[in-house]
């Protein structure tokens, strides 16, 4: 049976060196499905402190405890099977993924995103391991010179403990949702970042990430902590597909910004068109901070992500762009939640959907102002394009106000491509793809120029990739 | 290079005839001036040439370089050089003029052009044309004056280098120094590129008094009634498009 994956390759990437005494222990842990006894055993074999696994066990009884969710896309919901699929997986060295098992389209989409050739057979799972070049190592140096804590949270467990028992599942605690139980009680892998006292770190978090895409993974775990004053920005993912055995992608996310501090969150989701991405991503906001969330959704069969931020100190600021591309057979269920619960918090959110054939986009989106937060300003706009007649997008906004002077709008727009801007573009030589596509380059503007400039032009390429054979 | 023979078109939604059987013929080189009143259907004309899909071809035939483009696709006449500058361009929000012509100027210089070679010429083109170079940031036709509009529509010409230019009412919107300045380039490009030809469509006679058009046509519902030389021009001048009108028996 070939059930290994990308993900188990990376898991296998991260090197863990574990004494693996009894064999027995670990192939039941590797197989398919879920057990209490199975929890622990993943926590034990991670030699995790106590609390850790306390944590797990007591995530994975609200796990089981809790219904699946009875909102969004419950048909393709309910076809989950949580018996098969793989919850831990073996870091080992070998590996069988050939190059011909990757689909075509995800080889061609490397091609045409000129993924260099080392990293197109990391991110398919053909190699294990991607070689670091020394400009990475350099980069790290900085940043550890500058007491930033840069590693992934396996790691962050073991060498940073008290900070990570201090705000683990603090922000997303196990009984968020479902999908958050899951995750906290099976987690492996992501990112764990601590920026000291007013340090501003230079560069996103992301010359490193692509390389080491390792800290992707089936059930991965990141903790951002700010700390006053600081700044940061981090990129999560890239716009390579990534191909995935496995269909369950379950994350989640988790950013303190201490008081003064400024967090951008950046993520271009690309899972093959196979994968159910269910995360839990929410950030806490302290006095004066600012926190940023820019996502977008591009590949996988469900999205369902709704960042949040919670305001929670007086003067925080929050920021949501998101982008989602929902082509035939996708659903893209995003959105954003601000929570507002100080005075003087403010908060923009600008959603921009994408609907090809018979894709579907959704947008589901909270604001709640609390009675606390006098003078709250919060603007939410969210704009849908339909490319064609059978395209389907929705909006379920809730706003919930409690402090009667909240300055709160909120504006949805559903265009289409006008027949006049498809021809003046094509009076000047454009194919009707290309015009598509240009004036699709144009409706998301606002979210690319929020990139770093290698992702904008990386961006680019996929959406004029992802337009190719749109046209009727 | 342009031969139009009976030309019927129709707006589609509407079903309303607006060219009832157009015959023209313009020859390389040639600086063409069509005029007519509002309504007369000469901007209808420009954007069945380009193949407006607002518009049906009911009967008749339009030949580009002795080919039948009647069923072509709007860009493939762009490629194979016919221009129409906007009376109305459309606004696309987010797409930058900078990136507008990265995408366009690919289908009309060869690939072994750099292409920050083909944008040094055209910030150069726009200044020309008056058009500041951090116009290239802004969203294309987003919040543009009518006179920059107008200004960039011309300026493209120059960009694309067409055989055939269509100018729909370049006159209205510009004030008479940006008029000047349009023509006079417009006027240089056809005596450095002597095979192309141009078609001015303009209500007014304001704009001819810059130009030496070769042949000056009137529209009156939907068809071509008179052309003539300069002369005509001046005569609609004086008389007004009722004098014509009175003429002509439909």
Request: charged share 25%.
């Amino acid at each position: 049976m070939e059930d290994r994956s990308i993900l188990e390759l990376r898991e296998m990437a991260q090197e863990y060196k574990y004494d693996f005494k009894d064999p027995y222990l670990y192939k039941e842990v590797f197989d398919k499905g879920l057990n209490e006894e199975k929890v622990i055993k993943i926590s034990k074999i991670k030699g995790e402190p106590e609390w850790m696994t306390e944590f797990r066990v007591n995530a994975y009884r609200i796990f089981i405890s809790k219904p699946m969710p009875t909102w969004g896309n419950t048909e393709l919901l309910n076809k989950i099977n949580f018996d098969d699929i793989h919850y831990y997986v073996r870091p080992e060295d070998d590996h069988k993924t050939s190059w011909d098992d990757v689909p075509e389209y995800i080889k061609k989409t490397f091609d045409r995103l000129g993924i260099p050739e080392a990293e197109r057979k990391f991110l398919a799972g053909v190699t294990a391991q991607y070689e670091s070049e020394v400009v990475y190592h350099s980069i790290r140096e900085d940043l550890a010179k500058q007491g930033v804590i840069f590693t992934d949270m396996d790691s962050g467990l073991r060498e940073y403990p008290e900070i990570v028992r201090k705000y683990f599942g603090t922000v997303v605690p196990p009984e968020d949702n479902k999908f958050a139980a899951l995750n906290s009680a099976v987690w492996s892998g992501g990112s764990f970042v601590y920026v000291p006292k007013g340090v501003k770190v230079s560069i996103p978090l992301q010359a490193y990430f692509r390389i080491n895409a390792k800290n992707m993974g089936q059930f991965e775990r990141t903790l951002i902590i700010a700390d006053e004053g600081s700044e940061v920005t981090y990129i999560e993912g890239c716009t390579a597909p990534v191909y995935s055995s496995q269909s369950l992608h379950s994350a989640v996310v988790e950013i303190i910004a201490l008081p003064n501090s400024k967090v951008q969150y950046i993520t271009i989701q690309n899972w093959s068109k196979d994968v159910y991405n269910l995360v839990t991503k929410r950030a806490v906001a302290y006095e004066n901070a600012k926190v940023g969330w820019i996502d977008a959704n591009i590949g996988s069969l469900l999205t369902m992500k709704y960042p949040s931020i919670y305001l929670l100190g007086s003067g925080a600021r929050g920021e949501i762009i998101s982008v989602a591309f929902a082509k035939t057979g996708q659903h893209q269920d995003a959105g954003s939640k601000i929570i507002l619960a100080a005075p003087n918090t403010s908060a923009t959110v600008t959603s921009k959907s994408i609907s090809i054939g018979s894709g579907r986009a959704s947008y589901r989106g909270l604001v709640k102002v609390y009675k606390e937060a006098k003078n709250a300003k919060v603007n939410v706009q969210c704009d849908a394009l339909l490319l064609d007649p059978e395209s389907r997008t929705d909006t379920y906004p809730v706003i919930e106000v409690h402090q009667p002077n909240a300055a709160i709008t909120h504006e949805a727009t559903v265009s289409k491509i006008s027949e006049q801007q498809l021809y003046y573009l094509m009076s000047r030589g454009l194919t009707a793809e290309e015009a598509k596509t240009l004036i699709v380059h144009g409706f998301i503007e606002s979210f690319i120029k929020e990139l770093p400039m290698e992702y904008a032009v990386e961006m680019n390429r996929l959406i004029a990739l992802e337009m190719e054979g749109s046209v009727g | 290079m342009l031969k139009i023979i009976n030309l019927k078109a129709k707006v589609k939604s509407l079903d309303k005839p607006i060219l009832n059987g157009v015959d023209l013929e313009v020859k390389s080189g040639e600086i063409h001036c069509i005029m007519g009143r509002n309504g007369s259907g000469k901007s209808t004309l420009g954007h069945v040439i380009m193949g407006n899909p607002d518009y049906e071809i009911e009967e008749g035939e339009i030949y580009f370089n002795g080919q039948l483009i009647n069923e072509l696709p709007t860009n493939e006449r762009a490629v194979a050089g016919i221009y129409l500058a906007f009376q109305n361009p459309i606004e696309i929000p987010g797409v930058t003029l900078a990136n507008f012509f990265r995408y366009t100027t690919k289908k009309f210089y060869p690939e072994n052009i750099p292409y920050p070679q083909i944008r040094k010429k055209i910030i150069e083109l726009l200044g020309k044309f008056g058009i500041p170079e951090d116009t290239m940031r802004r969203y294309l036709n987003e919040g543009f004056s009518g006179g920059e509009r107008k200004r960039i529509e011309a300026m493209q010409v120059l960009v694309y280098k067409p055989k055939l230019a269509i100018l729909d009412e370049i006159d209205s919107g510009l004030d008479i120094d940006g008029l000047k300045q349009v023509v006079r380039y417009i006027n240089e490009y056809v005596e450095q590129n002597p095979e192309s030809s141009i078609i001015f469509i303009t209500h007014y006679s304001r704009l001819l008094q810059y130009l030496n058009p070769n042949k000056v046509h009137v529209m009156i519902g939907g068809r071509i009634v008179m052309s003539g030389d300069m002369s005509l021009a001046k005569e609609i001048d004086e008389k007004g498009y009722s004098w014509l009108e009175g003429n002509v028996v439909s």
